[in-house]
């Protein structure tokens, strides 16, 4: 009931445009920004960034990924998944997860029709996944014996108020004794040991910490009391060996990524409250001057991950926002709360210094710009 | 938190729409004849290059490209062809004792080049190859130690001498750094900028020509030659191939060497210590070249004692760089008296006490009105005008809105003299001292002539041996009186 009156809700904000999937991506792209409302409203009601900043926003479309990449993205997850994942098990044996017995395979696509154009039979096709995935949970949960080592792409729920939101990872992993499954991320991206860009590593970590909150979902419903221990916050990351077909292996525990990922979703509810609170009743999100409403929280890291983030620097530097000139501006200039202020009180211009914040924030601004200016 | 002063030029470049200087002198060398290498990169193939600018700086580049890097022969001459120049131009180097110097765009391009340097340097199949993997080795190794010379990233080199108003992270666009540094006339400086994002400045061209041009062209290109096509066919496609490439490259190479023109005209007082930079450089230049010649392995990963070692030398380059840069640069010297990491202040009470015959202690007050301190009873500190005097910090006390830091002259007594009453002085932490790694060195060669068992193989825990001290009665006390 209560999920469909929330669906109902959300319907009503996202207008006229069609429901997206965010998946693993779109949801790991809220915890990275928690602060950011509008992307919160967008996932929340199932409209993609790159969606609302060419359809809302009526921005041209971007690539965000090279062919090239693209391509050698899929070799490698062929590469890894084809003839029955054979290197995906050597990769394990080797790592001494998997025992020489251990290597039973299921891929889901492979056991559901393929994928089509026609809506019907596509609907059908992804019902056929879940159930599959379902299915092979439960074996798992049950402890059949005949549940696989490794499940390539299954499709499991992420519930966001009470509305499921599919993801599909990219494998899930377990042995035999293992109670239930951990979820693995394969990317393209060279592994370096420390020196891999510190950027793909956590997109890589969030991705699968969503694949941890979907594993732990389906545990609770299978009756798993203690899910925290039946799914621990890890995942395994497999990359590769620069210049390279050959995949590394590496675990990584997923603490802070899930535990920020639990928050977010935790906070959906609320968020949604405040969302229709703040709009005009009637109001969709479909509208730019609507969606021009919602605040932002641009940061720098906001380039990385989200295709309205040009669109809300704009809007930050119009605002004189000091997170425009960098993370550490924001936090310092707190106070003052916008640039032009800061620049008041740092040339002492103005109205005075209004709180004892603003105090403190004007004599340390104009201590430090008489210290540059005699530098330079 | 204190406000420092880059967020001060960040702010003040803000309201100017313009780039602000965010140093007193150039904080780099810069070789006359240093290499301008600008490579790009297949997208998602890191250890590749599709097409290459090479040149000195101030002189036109050599371009070079290949149809498709995933053709192995063809990668391996342009590697070749790369590694023809950059053997040469070390040779010079070594035969007029100086170091070389190669600049890229960005830190994205360094790290192409590390990830180019660690795949090469073990290839089998061609010795030339090895060879490029070991001299570019010696550019990406050199790269992450303080005040290195070897290779240098433009933004990197801009972003020491220039604050941007915008977020720091932003600064790695090269273009978007320069229209910052020189915004165009009568255009909103964030259109300029906005603008400017959009020609790659990376080693990657955009996606979005990839799709509609890159892929295209070499897609018939990798079909015409599947098919058999003629020679003459052949070159025509890698011919389109090569002009597209080339646009994006020569951007990238013109923009490297506008940065460099700009720090090389713009930057005309050069630090102090900058002969000491590039004499450390050709020494390890020199040293790594010997070694090659004497046929040592470079290795994966390094074992623990070597890694000691670089990390040591690691840590004392920064610190050597720092007191050098601040010894030299005034806006380097108003950062640190921001954050208190030196001591300014007027003297005050400057006495010489007799304490035995010939012995006498020499010590005085400074009065600081800095609002940040990280200063602590028992730090060693250095007079900024003549570091041959060092002074022992006895007590700190706060007084108001000033701190009075009471100091015991330690070395200089008479070479320096006790400063004169009401005189505005400088103390700092460390001076540079360009022996340090030297001694440094010795001292871990002694320390770890056995390794530790925590480092060797099969290690076994060595059983608890009860000292033979006698345990302090004040611990606090004893740590505090090891510093």
Redesign the interface.
């Known amino acids: 009931m209560r999920a469909s009156s929330a669906d109902s809700r959300i319907a009503a904000l996202r207008g006229s445009l069609g429901p997206e999937e965010p998946g693993a991506r779109g949801l790991e792209r809220v915890a990275r920004n928690p602060e950011c409302m509008r992307l919160r409203a967008l996932t929340i009601v199932g409209i993609t960034p790159a969606t609302a900043a060419n359809r809302i926003y009526g921005e041209p479309a971007r690539e965000e990924q090279s062919p090239f990449a693209l391509a050698l993205g899929n070799q490698f997850e062929r590469s890894l998944f084809n003839n029955s994942a054979a290197r995906s098990i050597q990769l394990y044996r080797d790592a001494g997860r998997l025992t020489t017995k251990e290597c039973k395979v299921a891929i889901v696509p492979d056991l559901a029709p393929p994928l089509s154009s026609d809506p019907q039979k596509l609907l059908a096709s992804l019902g056929r996944r879940q159930a599959e995935t379902i299915r092979l949970l439960r074996a798992k949960a049950a402890g059949s014996k005949d549940a696989p080592n490794i499940i390539i792409k299954p499709r499991m729920f992420v519930r966001l108020l009470g509305i499921g939101h599919a993801i599909e990872p990219d494998a899930l992993i377990a042995a035999d004794a293992d109670r239930f499954y951990r979820p693995i991320e394969v990317k393209s991206y060279p592994d370096r040991a420390g020196k891999t860009d510190p950027a793909d590593v956590r997109s890589a970590c969030r991705q699968a910490a969503v694949g941890v909150v979907a594993l732990r979902e389906a545990a609770r419903e299978f009756g798993f009391r203690d899910v925290d221990l039946v799914v621990p916050a890890i995942g395994d990351l497999v990359l590769r060996v620069p210049g390279s077909m050959t995949a590394k292996l590496r675990s990584m525990t997923l603490r802070s990524e899930v535990a920020s990922l639990e928050r977010a979703i935790d906070e959906a509810p609320r968020n949604l409250d405040e969302l229709e609170a703040m709009l005009a009743p009637g109001a969709s999100l479909d509208d730019p001057l609507i969606l021009d409403q919602i605040p932002t929280s641009y940061r720098t890291s906001c380039k990385e991950h989200c295709a309205l983030a040009g669109k809300c620097k704009q809007q930050a530097c119009a605002a004189g926002e000091p997170a425009v000139i960098g993370d550490m501006a924001r936090e310092l200039l707190t106070p003052a709360g916008t640039v032009t202020r800061a620049l008041d009180l740092m040339n002492g211009q103005g109205v005075p210094p209004r709180t004892a914040e603003e105090v403190a924030l004007a004599e340390q601004l104009q201590e430090a710009f008489s210290q540059y200016r005699r530098a330079v | 938190?204190?406000?420092?002063?880059?967020?001060?030029?960040?702010?003040?470049?803000?309201?100017k729409g313009k780039a602000?200087?965010m140093a007193?002198d150039l904080q780099i060398v810069i070789q006359p004849d240093a290499l301008v290498l600008c490579c790009i990169a297949?997208?998602?193939?890191?250890?590749t290059i599709h097409g290459v600018a090479c040149g000195p700086i101030g002189k036109p580049a050599e371009f070079l490209s290949v149809p498709d890097p995933r053709f192995r022969d063809d990668q391996y001459d342009l590697f070749a062809w790369i590694g023809k120049r950059i053997e040469r131009y070390y040779a010079e180097c070594r035969r007029c004792g100086t170091h070389p110097q190669i600049w890229v765009s960005s830190e994205a391009a360094v790290?192409h080049l590390?990830?180019l340097s660690?795949?090469l340097r073990y290839n089998r199949e061609r010795a030339d190859i090895r060879r490029l993997g070991e001299l570019l080795t010696y550019a990406t190794e050199r790269f992450p130690i303080g005040g290195q010379q070897a290779l240098h990233a433009a933004t990197s080199a801009l972003r020491q001498h220039y604050a941007t108003?915008?977020?720091?992270?932003?600064d790695e666009h090269l273009g978007a750094l320069l229209t910052w540094i020189d915004p165009p006339r009568r255009t909103n400086i964030?259109a300029a900028v906005?603008l400017a994002e959009q020609t790659p400045m990376g080693v990657?061209?955009d996606?979005?020509f990839?799709?509609t041009k890159?892929?295209p062209l070499v897609r018939a290109y990798n079909e015409a030659r599947r098919t058999g096509a003629s020679a003459a066919q052949l070159k025509g496609r890698a011919q389109i191939i090569h002009d597209a490439l080339m646009t994006v490259v020569s951007q990238i190479y013109d923009a490297t060497q506008a940065a460099v023109e700009i720090l090389r005209t713009r930057w005309p007082r050069r630090l102090l210590t900058a002969p000491q930079l590039q004499n450390r450089e050709a020494q390890e230049f020199e040293n790594f070249m010997q070694s090659r010649d004497n046929g040592f392995f470079l290795p994966t990963?390094d074992k623990p004692k070597a890694a000691a070692f670089k990390l040591t030398e690691r840590e004392i380059a920064l610190q050597t760089i720092e007191a050098a840069i601040c010894m030299g640069d005034?806006?380097a010297?108003?950062k640190a008296?921001?954050a208190g990491r030196i001591l300014e202040g007027s003297i005050e009470n400057p006495r010489r006490m007799w304490v035995r015959p010939r012995v006498f202690e020499s010590t005085f007050d400074l009065v600081s009105a800095q609002?940040v301190l990280r200063i602590r009873p028992r730090d060693e500190l250095f007079l900024l005008s003549d570091p041959r005097q060092k002074a022992l910090v006895r007590t700190v006390e706060r007084e108001g809105r000033k701190t009075r830091v009471q100091l015991e002259i330690i070395k200089g007594k008479n070479a320096v003299g006790l400063p004169s009453p009401g005189s505005l002085q400088v103390f700092t932490p460390y001076v540079p001292d360009w022996n340090s790694l030297t001694k440094a060195r010795i001292q871990l060669a002694e320390r770890l002539a056995v390794q530790p068992w925590t480092h060797a193989e099969n290690g076994a825990i060595p059983q608890r041996v009860p000292s033979q001290l006698r345990k302090p009665t004040d611990l606090l006390a004893a740590v505090e009186a090891l510093r």
Do not use: N, Y
């Open positions: 938190m204190a406000v420092d002063l880059e967020t001060i030029a960040r702010l003040v470049a803000f309201k602000v200087p007193s297949l997208a998602g193939e890191d250890t790290k590390d990830v660690d795949r108003g915008q977020q720091a992270a932003e964030l906005a990657k061209t996606p979005e990839d799709r890159l892929d990963w005034r806006v010297l108003a008296r921001l609002r």
